[in-house]
């Protein structure tokens, strides 16, 4: 196996164009953004829900494990590493946004 | 009752199975069933469902009812893929009209 | 991914079932076991005997006894004795000034299980019964109990990952419904890990789904604290289905009504429904109250009705007020987890579902193996991840059942008067635990999986014999008795180990498939000697 390097960029980017990197963000991003994206769940859904304060709470705590699921589902399913994260960071943010208005974290 | 639910649903999947040409195949080789008996069988099949949970219902409320009832078809699908079909495919005719029988005259008795 | 989306979806259940599935079907297998934990527990005991008092004969002695050693308590708290558990169990909460420094929190705390018939502390061997296998199934042991809760809350998530991938992967799950092939190599390990998913698989989607949320306010608090701020007690009176907190201290002092009278009282009103056990807030105080609680078995939800009556006057003061949409799903959710409301018979079909349970995890652990191992063939030598998985497959699938084994083994040849002998009983679980691993990891080759198997099969199908010659609660006296639930577990010990045994058979007895050319030399020999032998049976007949 040729192991001379021309010069020290092209070994550092075929180092990272191993798959392995893809799935390892698409990891972290299934895991950890799915953790994010699940409690933001639970946020927003505790304020922006009708009705009262302890049901919309309840509520959103059991959407939240199955918004985790599918968070783990789109991170593999998309098309990039990239677009797992965008796609579960981009409705986690969102809320986020909403929950402040509605008051959260004030 | 339990042995009555039991023993329909365990008809109705062999019904079911009965629709499905591989296992028409398995059974009975060359003297398969015609696409018309294989719909009947799945008309069966799934009647023996319905009348299965409607029985369920009636007896244990909507609530615990299908709770029965999936439990039943779990036991009902698992012996007659692991054991029957594989092992003793030669049991199921007889088993699937003798087992709604017996469940039926304990419930009456 | 490049590839398509049922392939990425393949990969994906692959890595989440396989990286969790050793401790999953430890969590499985304990889980299971819990449907009959009060069974285990009564099992595990032999000198309780079963209650022979009524309920309110059982309530009057709990009665007399928490009057006699916690007349100072705030509140008393009482389970009383039901079918499945013949102890009943109480504890009461002490006023501050009473409460021992020395033991923290749980200074405040005093509790007895007292056997009903008596009225007395319960004089039977120390040990947790079933009740281990239902915390190791969430606490695990050994590790703090949060801990513990997070990592089977991540593995619960994979889990469920698992399951639905699984299905969105599963292209022929109609056509293969009914589909198992025997004798089949890969084929048949695929075929039965198919079948016993989707044969339960509500069962395995709700199991799942619902052990997360028994659990789910500790995993996600984010809610909790943006709606209700510090006011964290305002949340559970808020969102939890039941009477409120007696708040109000106690008031000069009168006599209570007779116990069996207020029971009754409740047992009017829900026409005929027996009680679960029941609370007193401030006993013999004149402002004493007494919540009763219904016994399980009507409803799904965890939350059972309770009725508050003042003790005293015999007056209904509360009932327990009508559940919001999200409290009463959870509590449908909570209580198809628990299935504290199965008779018998549903009881039996969870059992089932759950051990189907344990056998979809298994097969799909040892089904990556048999499929990764061909890769290896050409180089001669396994890899380091293969062998990996080989030993842990051994270890968890043939050494859990030993562990479990030994664990009943413990209970009944451990010295009675042994000190901290429930947690000795742990110990012996995990050492045998321990010790299958171990040599599974010295030699992950067939013949341990057989030898492990065997070994299973014994410490199962011997517990009856080991029951017999150490306590009087045997198959000759409880099948005599009519005792269903003690005779069953010595009998299911018994199927345990046949099937185990029938597994051990078969792994010792496997041979590798032929490959096509052996097939094609085996059927020309039988062609050549076909021949010969057809002409002389010609030459016979003729």
């Known amino acids: 196996m040729d192991r001379s390097p021309a010069t020290a960029s092209p070994r550092l980017s075929t180092f990272f164009a191993n798959p392995r990197w893809g799935v390892l963000s698409r990891s972290l991003a299934a895991i950890f953004g799915g953790y994010a994206l699940a409690s933001m769940t639970t946020v927003f859904c505790a304020l922006a829900l009708p009705g009262a304060r302890g049901q919309a709470v309840l509520t959103g705590m059991l959407l939240a494990i199955l918004v985790a699921a599918c968070a783990a589902l789109w991170a593999f399913a998309t098309r990039s590493a990239l677009r797992a994260w965008v796609g579960i960071l981009a409705p986690t943010l969102l809320m986020a946004g909403i929950s402040r208005l509605l008051g959260a974290w004030a | ?109 | 991914m490049k590839n398509g989306f049922r392939q990425s979806m393949a990969w994906l259940h692959t890595w989440t079932g396989l990286l969790v599935g050793w401790l999953l079907l430890l969590i499985f297998m304990a889980g299971t076991a819990s449907y009959y934990r009060e069974e285990i527990s009564r099992w595990m005991r032999p000198e309780l005997p079963r209650s022979t008092v009524s309920t309110d004969q059982a309530a009057q002695r709990a009665a007399d006894y928490l009057l006699a050693n916690a007349s100072q308590a705030e509140s008393w708290f009482v389970t009383l004795p039901q079918p499945r558990n013949p102890a009943m169990q109480m504890f009461w909460r002490l006023p501050a000034e009473l409460a021992d420094p020395a033991k923290g929190r749980r200074g405040a705390f005093g509790d007895a299980t007292l056997d009903p018939n008596t009225g007395t502390e319960l004089k039977a061997r120390e040990t947790r019964g079933g009740d281990f296998f239902y915390r190791l199934h969430f606490d695990l042991h050994y590790i703090p109990v949060l801990w513990a809760r997070y990592l089977v809350g991540f593995c619960a998530m994979f889990m469920l990952v698992a399951i639905i991938t699984g299905v969105i992967t599963h292209k022929k799950i109609f056509k293969d419904f009914f589909t198992f092939r025997k004798d089949k190599g890969l084929r048949s390990w695929l075929d039965f890990h198919n079948v016993s998913a989707v044969m339960a698989l509500p069962y395995h989607a709700m199991i799942t789904y619902t052990g997360i949320v028994t659990l789910m306010i500790m995993y996600l608090p984010w809610g909790v604290n943006v709606a209700y701020g510090t006011d964290q007690d305002a949340f559970y009176s808020e969102a939890f289905g039941g009477l409120p907190e007696v708040t109000a201290p106690a008031e000069g002092k009168a006599a209570p009504l007779p116990l069996r009278q207020l029971l009754d009282s409740a047992r009017t009103h829900w026409h005929g429904t027996e009680v679960a056990g029941f609370s007193v807030a401030n006993p013999g105080a004149a402002n004493a109250v007494i919540d009763i609680r219904q016994r399980d078995g009507k409803r799904l939800s965890i939350d059972t009705p309770a009725l508050r009556y003042d003790m005293v006057t015999g007056a209904l003061l509360q009932e327990t007020p009508p559940s919001g949409g999200a409290t009463a799903t959870r509590g449908v959710l909570y209580g198809l987890h628990l299935a504290r409301f199965a008779d018998w018979g549903v009881r039996a079909l969870f059992f089932l579902s759950g051990l189907t349970g344990c056998l979809m995890v298994a097969s799909g652990v040892v089904l990556w193996a048999v499929k990764e191992r061909p890769k290896h063939a050409k180089s001669g030598r396994t890899g380091f991840g293969l062998r990996l998985v080989d030993a842990l497959n051994i270890g968890a699938v043939a050494g859990l059942p030993i562990a479990f084994a030994a664990y009943f083994w413990g209970n009944r040849l451990l010295p009675l008067g042994l000190a901290e002998r429930s947690n000795a009983e742990a110990n012996v679980f995990f050492y045998a635990w321990g010790a299958s691993l171990l040599a599974a990891f010295i030699w992950p080759k067939r013949m341990m999986w057989a030898w492990q198997l065997y070994i299973g099969a014994a410490a199962f199908a011997l517990i009856p014999l080991v029951n017999a010659l150490t306590t009087h609660a045997h198959l000759g006296v409880t099948l005599l008795n009519g005792d269903w639930a003690l005779a069953g577990f010595d009998l299911s010990m018994i199927a345990f180990g046949a099937m185990l045994a029938l597994c051990g058979w078969r792994m010792q007895r496997w041979t590798p498939p032929l490959t096509a050319a052996e097939k094609k030399k085996r059927a020309a020999a039988a062609a050549a000697t076909k021949a010969p032998a057809d002409a002389v049976e010609a030459e016979a007949s003729a």
């Open chain 2, 1 to 109: 009752m339990m042995l009555l639910v039991l023993g329909l649903s365990f008809t109705a999947f062999t019904a079911l199975s009965l629709a499905m040409e591989k296992h028409q195949q398995e059974l009975h080789g060359k003297a398969a069933a015609s696409p018309v008996r294989r719909t009947q069988w799945r008309v069966l099949g799934w009647l023996l469902l319905t009348v299965a949970f409607a029985l369920c219902v009636v007896d244990h409320g909507w609530a615990m009812g299908p709770v029965l009832w999936l439990g039943a078809l779990t036991l009902g699908g698992i012996v007659l893929a692991f054991a029957l079909y594989p092992y003793r495919p030669k049991w199921i005719a007889p088993l699937a009209v003798a087992l709604p029988v017996i469940g039926l005259v304990v419930a009456l008795v």
